[in-house]
């Protein structure tokens, strides 16, 4: 089994999910920062490129040329941020808005904790099949276990089983 299985096989506690925040969050900074980046340059050189592959011996295509190689290895370092986030088990869905997935287990049923750049901590959860749009609040999770266990004492966490 390769580290990469590992870490697909991995489950977080909401603990251990948070507690990975700090390292996630610098590495989904740089993802964000240069995928916004690479979007912006893509846009620009698909706009250039046109205009100036009309033009016999354009003078600026050693320029373009420079831009596409730039744009490739900008390429390969966003790949090796999103396998710096998969080796530590965690699930990048957005390079551009900094979105990712930690896979949990949660009632027994496999979900996952999403995050999203900006909130201060895993405050969301969705099952493996809803994505982003089917975030719901683990507040209101907390919330339905505290009345189904008759107290607010249990840790109703998320839990690698």
């Given at each position: 089994?390769t580290?990469?299985?590992?870490?697909?096989?991995?489950?977080?506690?909401?603990?251990?999910?948070?507690?990975?925040?700090?390292?996630?969050?610098?590495?989904?900074?740089?993802l964000?920062?240069?995928?916004?980046?690479?979007?912006?340059?893509?846009?620009?050189?698909?706009?250039?490129?046109?205009?100036?592959?009309?033009?016999?011996?354009?003078?600026?295509?050693?320029?373009?040329?420079?831009?596409?190689?730039?744009?490739?290895?900008?390429?390969?370092?966003?790949?090796?941020?999103?396998?710096?986030?998969?080796?530590?088990?965690?699930?990048?869905?957005?390079?551009?808005?900094?979105?990712?997935?930690?896979?949990?287990?949660?009632?027994?049923?496999?979900?996952?904790?999403?995050?999203?750049?900006?909130?201060?901590?895993?405050?969301?959860?969705?099952?493996?099949?809803?994505?982003?749009?089917?975030?719901?609040?683990?507040?209101?999770?907390?919330?339905?276990?505290?009345?189904?266990?008759?107290?607010?004492g249990?840790?109703?966490?998320?839990?690698?089983?």
């Amino acid at each position: 089994m390769t580290s990469q299985d590992t870490a697909r096989k991995k489950t977080f506690t909401l603990a251990e999910a948070n507690a990975a925040l700090p390292l996630v969050r610098a590495i989904v900074e740089d993802l964000r920062q240069l995928a916004n980046q690479v979007v912006q340059r893509r846009e620009r050189l698909a706009m250039l490129r046109p205009q100036r592959d009309r033009r016999p011996g354009d003078p600026y295509q050693e320029e373009l040329d420079q831009i596409q190689q730039e744009l490739e290895e900008d390429t390969r370092r966003l790949q090796g941020y999103v396998q710096e986030l998969r080796d530590l088990g965690v699930e990048p869905k957005s390079a551009t808005q900094g979105l990712v997935d930690f896979p949990a287990v949660l009632d027994g049923r496999p979900v996952f904790l999403c995050w999203k750049l900006g909130e201060p901590e895993i405050l969301y959860y969705h099952d493996r099949d809803a994505g982003f749009r089917g975030r719901r609040p683990l507040k209101e999770r907390r919330e339905q276990s505290s009345r189904r266990t008759g107290g607010p004492g249990e840790d109703p966490s998320p839990s690698a089983e």
